[in-house]
């Protein structure tokens, strides 16, 4: 027989597969092939690291950052299961064929955990988690010295736990046929959902160290949502730079609070663990370990973190945060996390996926989700650019906003969208067309903005609409300011008001020029009229409006009527200083018995009013304060790390259009957010000032007192009002939230979720004799009493009030206990001082 160049006959040759594949074993020969995707059934999100094995068999897998998986099931498999901690357990029956679909939804297990048990000798995780605090220098990306990457974002806003109360009110009612469609949303086993905001961007993200800096540009972005006209604004917080997240730190900084990671350098004192699995996951030799805090109310996770065995690295993270930590309206935080190595060692993430679940407030409420998700690709390390490269900390291109079709956005996104993400769009859409939600809508834009949007101009603000003092009495104001549709440069406004007791109108006007938005320099003139209190800054309370406003309300004890002419000039000269220039002049006009000496001595020499003209230079310094631009306005999120540091020259020009004073001011003010880990949060606020020259106490430090049962962080509370005036100070007014540190840590008190608070104001300051001579002492002639005596401080003597409290107290509700510890003899013709008061005041926090 001729045999063949493959050495068996050729009609042999053909028949050699299926005589092998007639060999196996009849369970390898019929598998099918199972793929299927895993999604929590709450908010639909895809859950990573899920367990999937098979009833009967050693076979199994997990779930991918997605959700998804895939698995090869024998014939005599018929059973597949989905397992996680945190979840219910669910089973599925896997239908005969070549290949399968098998999706799952898993509830949420709200059980409590069980007490860990550790046997003799110490816990096997320990030796892991020291490991990779030991690492975490060459594996922490915090020891770059830059990194870039290019980066896709998607954050979806939604209402979830719409109860039967909630669907039967009016307005839902009205979107009924909406609502029903919503059912699907979620999946055939799922919660319904109610999308309300979607969007995407994409951007390139770049980094360096020493000097720390960040810059992220935003290249496109898309935003569909129930309201949203623009977007420009939230295109700025849905990048990057708001969804970083580095477990290597010692504390995390999420919805305003800190948490404590599962891998801080502290991680004994905070955490139990249990070393559950080894694994590979891709190429990388896994250990999985489970834990949860000690403390069920601190602020920290429940989870599972996966570790390399080669870099003892974080490879995979899923932490969570339940309801029953010390927190108001937060019902989830889940945070997870895949990290990869760079060329150089240190792990980087790759993918994020965070979920807030806001509780509802009421039955007849409902409560509302926050998913974001970050891709991130090409990782370029080690390769800083110069300084000025990152001078602005977000950016959006100009065309980020073009909206480009949805063929275009296939090129641009990490991932395709779901059928269900697609579907909240279409949703979205559709809502935005209901007569009800356009003008909820309409009354919420108001409510959180203070305006209305009429188009070119915004009508208000309706927070100085109305107003009530003893001056006045009832007060009304209107007022408009223009937008960004009537110029992208100029912005004019004006209000006018009117108060029935005086009969007096009060007026303002102003105009604005943005010179430039890249380095934020604008020019403005400014005209008013109006009514003020003596102590009230308007320069360094501009920011506090809400301040403001309530000043118009109640007694004013040092009332006076002022027309002002203010031009400003300002620029931000580099990343983080900014430098003011302004020219001021003011008219003073008393309501009040006051009386200063032109001439001290000389009692022929009295005035009652004044005129004055000023020069302010001002520089302020905030390393790495961040600001976005909404508009035409540029708001300032605050500084992070460093103190935000203003120093003000104000310099008075005697003769110059009548003023009367020719003077030299400097004030200095820093504030500073700062962290104490387990300690909570401190706030310190330090100012001082010094007089160089003669002036009437009206353009002195006058220190805010506080007479009323309500608590005010501008103030000092148990100071009188007008109690002291000081032309040279130096002040401290500090607060401090321990959050539960040690409330959390008594059984009975636990589920209060009540937080300690501790305050203390502080001034050293004074009067120099020469401007103490200079008040004209004014005596009520029916009595012969002063009339508003002026009290000042002693050289060397501070007055001090110290206070401690609870805050959360029904999650609204704070109360403060102050004691004053100096100052307390009585002065002649002067109210008591208070020794003691408590304290009350409203707050939301989280």
């Known amino acids: 027989m001729r045999i063949a160049s493959g050495g068996f006959p050729s009609h042999i040759r053909f028949l050699i597969p299926l005589l092998l594949l007639l060999s196996l074993p009849a369970s390898l020969v019929a598998q099918s092939l199972v793929k299927g995707k895993v999604t929590d ?387 979205i859409d559709t809502l935005q067309n209901i007569p009800v939600v356009k003008t909820y809508t309409d009354i919420i834009k108001i409510a959180v903005n203070g305006y209305y949007n009429a188009g070119k101009v915004y009508l208000g603000p309706y927070i100085s609409l109305i107003a009530f003092n003893n001056i006045e009495g009832f007060r009304v104001q209107g007022g408009f300011k223009t937008s960004y549709d009537f110029s992208k440069r100029w912005v004019l406004g004006a209000s006018l008001g009117y108060g029935f007791d005086d009969d007096k109108i009060k007026y303002s006007g102003f105009v604005q020029n943005i010179l430039s938005r890249e380095n934020w320099t604008t020019v403005s003139f400014r005209v008013r009229s109006d009514l003020g209190r003596v102590g009230i800054d308007d320069e360094s309370l501009a920011d506090n409006y809400l301040f403001l406003a309530a000043q118009r309300f109640g007694m004013f004890r040092r009332g006076y009527y002022f027309n002002e002419s203010r031009f400003n000039f300002q620029r931000q000269l580099f990343k983080g200083f900014q430098q003011r220039f302004a020219l001021r002049y003011t008219t003073f006009k008393p309501v009040f018995e006051f009386g200063y000496y032109q001439n001290p001595g000389d009692e022929t020499s009295l005035a009652t009013t004044f005129e004055n003209a000023e020069a302010i230079i001002e520089s302020r310094w905030a390393r790495d304060e961040l600001f976005i631009l909404n508009d035409n306005e540029r708001i300032s999120l605050g500084a992070s790390k460093w103190p935000e540091i203003t120093l003000r020259y104000t310099h008075g020009f005697k003769g110059a259009f009548g003023s009367d004073f020719d003077y030299d001011k400097l004030r200095l003010m820093i504030y500073k957010r700062i962290r104490f880990g387990p300690l909570g949060t401190g706030y310190a606020n330090v100012t001082g000032e010094y007089v160089f020259d003669k002036l009437p106490y009206p353009l002195l430090s006058l220190h805010l007192g506080n007479q009323t049962p309500i608590r005010s962080w501008v103030t000092y509370n148990l100071m009188g009002i007008g109690e002291f005036i000081s032309d040279r100070y130096a002040s401290l007014q500090y607060s401090h939230h321990f959050e539960g540190f040690l409330l959390n840590r008594i059984p009975l008190m636990q589920r209060l979720k009540w937080r300690l608070v501790g305050t203390a104001n502080v001034i050293f300051g004074g009067m120099s004799q020469m401007n103490r001579e200079l008040i004209a002492p004014i005596t009520d002639e029916a009595t012969g009493l002063p009339v508003m005596p002026v009290g000042f401080l002693s050289y060397g003597r501070p007055y001090i009030e110290m206070g401690y409290g609870v805050e959360n107290i029904f999650k609204f509700i704070r109360v403060d206990f102050i004691h004053r510890l100096s100052y307390l003899e009585q002065v002649p013709d002067q109210r008591k001082p208070r020794p003691f008061g408590v304290f009350v005041s409203f707050q939301f926090t989280l």
């Open 41 to 427: 059934a709450n908010s639909g999100d895809p859950i990573p690291f899920v367990n999937i094995t098979l009833v009967g068999s050693m076979s199994g897998t997990t779930t991918d950052f997605d959700g998804n998986f895939s698995l090869r099931v024998p014939a005599s498999v018929d059973t597949i299961v989905a397992s996680y901690i945190g979840y219910k357990t669910r089973k599925k029956k896997i239908e005969k064929a070549a290949s399968v679909v098998v999706n799952f939804q898993l509830e949420e297990d709200v059980t409590t955990l069980k007490e860990v048990v550790v046997d003799a000798g110490e816990n096997p995780a320990y030796a892991i988690l020291r490991n990779v605090v030991r690492s975490k220098e060459k594996n922490d990306k915090r020891q770059l010295t830059a990194y870039e990457y290019d980066t896709y974002t998607k954050v979806e806003i939604d209402v979830d736990n719409m109860s039967d109360k909630f669907r039967k009110r009016k307005v839902v009612k009205k979107i009924t046929q909406v609502l029903d469609s919503v059912e699907r949303i979620a999946g055939e086993d799922g919660k319904p959902i109610l999308p309300l905001f979607i969007s995407e961007s994409v951007s390139k993200f770049y980094f360096r160290d020493n000097p720390r800096l960040r810059y992220e540009n935003i290249l496109k972005s898309k935003i569909n949502g129930v309201g949203i006209q623009d977007g420009t604004l939230i295109t700025q917080f849905i990048g990057t730079s708001f969804q970083e997240y580095n477990f290597y730190q010692n504390w995390l900084n999420i919805v305003s609070k800190d948490f404590v990671s599962p891998i801080a350098d502290g991680w004994r004192i905070y955490y139990n663990y249990d070393l559950t699995d080894s694994l590979y996951i891709g190429e990388d030799y896994c250990y999985r370990l489970d834990f949860f805090p000690k403390s069920p109310q601190d602020l920290a996770f429940t989870g599972t973190i996966w570790i390399t065995k080669k870099d003892w690295a974080l490879r995979q993270i899923d932490a969570s945060v339940g309801r029953t930590a010390n927190l108001n309206f937060i019902e989830k935080i889940r945070i997870q996390q895949e990290l990869a190595p760079t060329s150089v060692g240190a792990w980087m993430p790759i993918k994020n996926r965070v979920l807030v679940d806001v509780s509802e407030l009421t039955n007849f409420s409902a409560g509302m989700l926050a998913k974001f998700y970050t891709s991130n690709r090409n990782i370029v390390v080690n390769k800083p650019y110069e300084p000025s490269f990152y001078e602005q900390e977000i950016v959006m291109a100009e065309d980020a906003r073009q909206f480009e079709d949805e063929t275009y956005w296939d090129t641009l996104r990490h991932e395709p969208l779901s059928e269900t993400e697609k579907n909240v769009y279409r949703m």
